[in-house]
């Protein structure tokens, strides 16, 4: 076992199922993320684009060995609005949102939470996570989950390991069909992502808890308005 989560294990005992997340996520939430980076990471969902076809779901659960049961990326359907045979359907993406104030982060006992600071991805370290669930109680956005197979916290960490690492972008955003899906770094100007955001407005999720997230949603033309 990892020396840091013998210690952490040791330190805490059987109190810790008496510890208030809650006090915890109080904290003030810090700006952890990559400041002094050239890089940081960031995605668009385009629900304009997405077709509701699932292939980011399935290239996700292939590359990065995701068990069948849990989920590190959902495709959301809502609708159908209008009438038929005038009827649409809203998608919207949810999963991580590589908060730069992440609560997360702030209540992990041992680490295992953190922002890489060199990219600004929010990632796990499996060897330094006890599978307290603090992190999971944590997160607004509910996108955290135990991991049934390796027993700890999971998510998605933009591929860093699977497919970053080899120069390629994340296999959601390669499966898709219709481009809804763009990655890139937020500090350069010339790229796809910055264009993008320049070009079309957006919205993120829950900005009003001050996470600061980095998922931005091309809101879809279609779904939201009820009359
Ligand atoms: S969305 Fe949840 S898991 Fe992801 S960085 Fe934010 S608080 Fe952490
Ligand atoms: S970036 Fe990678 S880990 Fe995240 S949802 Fe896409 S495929 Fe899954
Ligand atoms: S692969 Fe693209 S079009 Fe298909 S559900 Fe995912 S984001 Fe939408």
Same mark, same amino acid.
């Given at each position: 076992m990892d020396t840091s989560k013998r210690r952490f294990l040791k330190g805490c005992g059987g109190a810790?199922?008496?510890?208030?997340v809650y006090s915890m996520t109080r904290q003030p939430l810090a700006?952890?993320? %990559?400041?002094?980076?050239?890089v940081k990471y960031a995605m668009l969902h385009d629900e304009n684009l997405c077709? !509701? $076809?699932?292939a980011c779901e399935d290239a996700c659960r292939e590359v990065n060995q995701v068990p069948i049961g849990?989920?590190?990326?959902d495709i959301v359907r809502t609708g159908p609005f209008g009438?038929?045979?005038?009827q649409s359907y809203r998608f919207s993406r949810h999963s991580?949102?590589?908060?730069?104030?992440?609560p997360c982060v702030k209540v992990c006992p041992t680490g295992a %939470?953190?922002?890489?600071?060199?990219?600004g991805i929010v990632a796990v370290n499996e060897d330094r996570c006890? !599978? $307290?669930?603090y992190c999971i109680a944590a997160?607004?956005?509910?996108?955290r989950f135990i991991n049934?197979?390796?027993?700890v916290a999971d998510k998605c960490?933009?591929?860093?390991?699977?497919?970053l690492t080899r120069g390629l972008q994340p296999a959601c955003v390669l499966a898709c069909p219709t481009e809804a899906l763009v990655f890139g770094?937020?500090?350069?100007?010339?790229?796809a992502l910055v264009k993008t955001l320049k070009s079309k407005p957006t919205y993120r999720q829950k900005v009003d808890l001050g996470t600061r997230p980095k998922l931005f949603h091309v809101r879809t033309v279609d779904g939201e308005i009820v009359l």
């Open positions: 810790i199922a008496g510890v208030s700006r952890d993320a %990559a400041e002094e980076s050239e077709i !509701g $076809c699932n849990v989920s590190r990326v009438e038929y045979p005038e991580c949102q590589h908060c730069e104030a992440a %939470a953190y922002i890489d600071k060199e990219t006890v !599978g $307290c669930q997160c607004p956005y509910q996108i049934p197979v390796t027993k960490d933009f591929c860093q390991q699977s497919q770094n937020l500090k350069d100007p010339n790229s």
